[in-house]
């Protein structure tokens, strides 16, 4: 089949990759511009769009994927269907229109659950223990179309976000592409999404990944491991941001935000129990070792993150 990719970040390389390596014809690439990034804010071309122009591949950009432009050179393409990973704009119904097999959008969740653009994020941040991704025919809606193909992934104890969407990355690409041999075979079966269990995952702010110490232990452990790597946890510390990577849990109880350093380890006060820090990063400073921390700065008895 002749294939149009839409996908942007990362986690779409895998599933580019699969396609291209698979017995169907990748005709072009959809990804979103060149933005601004770095200290002098110079475009820079998205990872999708680097492996399109690695690959020799027509790439699409188009600031908004209605324009009229767009929408004749995808017709031009005549592309039979269009697989979807976290492309990151929403389609119009012109476009959704063109292929004759429809957009098919690999996400990482068991729809109905976690409908939105943080679904893994939202998946170990609630303590979800199976999660997993489901490849369904794109609509206009936000995520509700009927599911092609799923598969399921268990979300292990200490699994941050960024290691599960690693896991769910590589397995989803293959997913996609049993999907589409089973489209060009004849042989998919479109399930609809049931009415149950619906929940959305709407992006993590900033603000959202600031951790609430007086919440149990358990849930500040999920926060921190939701939010690795990305938008990161943090807290402050004597005014400024300090940012946190994954914390492991204790029974010790301490006062909410409550800085203990003790044999070898820093322990911080939840609203039951406490955790233990792993690697941090002060404001200003490199990644490092919370004990490292502690050696220099010195936290006074009593002292807290807020």
């Keep these: 089949m002749r294939l149009v990719v839409a996908g942007t970040p990362d986690v779409a390389l895998v599933a580019l990759d699969a396609l291209l390596a ?10 979103r511009p060149d933005a601004p990034a770095g200290r002098g804010r110079r475009p820079v071309a998205s990872p999708v769009a680097l492996r399109a122009r690695e690959a020799g591949l027509p790439l699409l950009q188009p600031e908004r994927p209605r324009g009229e432009a767009f929408l004749a050179a ?8 269009c697989p979807v990973v976290a492309y990151g704009a929403l389609v119009p119904r012109e476009a959704l229109q063109v292929p004759r097999l429809g957009w098919l959008n690999l996400h990482f969740s068991l729809l109905p659950a976690w409908r939105g653009a943080a679904p893994v994020q939202r998946a170990v941040m609630a303590g979800d223990e199976v999660t997993g991704a489901c490849v369904f025919q794109l609509e206009e809606g936000l995520d509700t179309g009927p599911v092609l193909g799923r598969l399921t992934e268990p979300v292990g104890p200490r699994d941050t976000s960024g290691d599960l969407l690693g896991r769910l990355a590589a397995r989803g690409a293959g997913l996609l592409v049993d999907v589409l041999d089973a489209l060009e075979a004849g042989s998919a079966s ?3 999404q049931p009415a149950e269990g619906v929940s959305l995952a709407p992006k993590i702010s900033v603000e959202e ?50 800085i203990v350093v003790e044999r070898g380890r820093v322990l911080v006060g939840t609203g039951a129990g406490s955790v233990e820090l792993g690697l941090v990063q002060p404001a ?13 700065t010195r936290p006074e008895p009593g002292e807290e993150f807020v």
């Design 209 to 258: 990944a600031r951790v609430d110490w007086s919440a149990p232990a358990a849930e500040v452990d999920r926060r921190v491991r939701g939010c690795t790597p990305d938008p990161g946890a943090w807290t402050t510390f004597r005014g400024e941001r300090f940012k946190l990577a994954p914390v492991l849990p204790h029974p010790d109880p301490l006062p909410a935000g409550r």
């Design 74 to 81: 995808l017709r031009e393409l005549a592309p039979d269907a």
């Design 22 to 31: 698979s017995s169907h014809e990748v005709v072009a690439v959809l990804t």
């Design 190 to 192: 479109a399930v609809p």
């Design 284 to 296: 200003g400073k490199k990644l490092m070792g919370a004990t490292d921390w502690a050696r220099g």
